[in-house]
T-cell receptor, first 112, second 116 residues
Framework: GESVGLHLPTLSVQEGDNSIINCAYS??????FIWYKQESGKGPQFIID?????DKRQGQRVTVLLNKTVKHLSLQIAATQPGDSAVYFC???????????FGTGTRLKVLA | SAVISQKPSRDICQRGTSLTIQCQVD?????MFWYRQQPGQSLTLIAT?????????ESGFVIDKFPISRPNLTFSTLTVSNMSPEDSSIYLC?????????????FGPGTRLTVT
């Protein structure tokens, strides 16, 4: 079946550096992708999304890149801060379905 | 966006008992979802709850074990029945909100359940 997976379970980054979190998806029919941030003891928080008709979308300090050729999604966080420490999930869905398939998650640790 | 609250935030229950989790949204939404997140793992969809219709369950989840109510457009409950230690997990409620061309899902804070 379709699945969404992440390459790196844990990522440690020095404060002030840029972070890149990767995600691979397998369902070629997926056309909508979301990145979520989950802090300890909290529910996932929406960060940024992208549709398949785009290959890049920028938010505040975050950029999502989509490569449909290799079914790869990445989240870039600029000037990583201690408050960015959390688990990050990617999720995918296909048009006509409300179902989201979540990746396994990457824990981002920001080192002071 | 939507603001979602859940009750209880956490509970410790004995095996064989049942727990009902409440989810309240600050606006009317059509679609509400219940997820399970086992310790250190990702989110798995349990069921979709639309107001006025039976909940739709995902593979591996059944109504007898996880009965759901959706009495109105701002509220839903999930019951975890006849609990066993394997049911220890975080249970999350989410809602879908239309954001123009996209349908974003917003999550509640979760209910952390421990079954002893």
């Amino acid at each position: 079946g379709e699945s969404v997976g992440l390459h790196l379970p844990t990522l440690s980054v020095q404060e002030g550096d840029n972070s890149i979190i990767n995600c691979a998806y397998s369902n070629s029919a997926s056309d909508y992708f979301i990145w979520y941030k989950q802090e300890s003891g909290k529910g996932p928080q929406f960060i940024i999304d992208i549709r398949s008709n785009m290959d890049k979308r920028q938010g505040q300090r975050v950029t999502v890149l989509l490569n449909k050729t290799v079914k790869h999604l990445s989240l870039q966080i600029a000037a990583t801060q201690p408050g960015d420490s959390a688990v990050y999930f990617c999720a995918e869905s296909a048009s006509g379905t409300y179902k989201y398939i979540f990746g396994t998650g990457t824990r981002l640790k920001v080192l002071a | 966006s939507a603001v979602i609250s859940q009750k209880p935030s956490r509970d410790i229950c004995q095996r064989g008992t049942s727990l009902t989790i409440q989810c309240q949204v600050d606006s009317q939404v059509t679609m509400m979802f219940w997820y399970r997140q086992q310790p250190g793992q990702s989110l798995t969809l349990i069921a979709t709850a639309n107001q006025g219709s039976e909940a739709t369950y995902e593979s591996g989840f059944v109504i007898d074990k996880f009965p759901i109510s959706r009495p109105n457009l701002t509220f839903s409950t999930l019951t975890v029945s006849n609990m066993s230690p394997e049911d220890s997990s975080i249970y999350l409620c989410s809602v879908e909100v239309s954001g123009g061309l996209s349908y974003e899902q917003y999550f509640g804070p979760g209910t952390r359940l421990t079954v002893t």
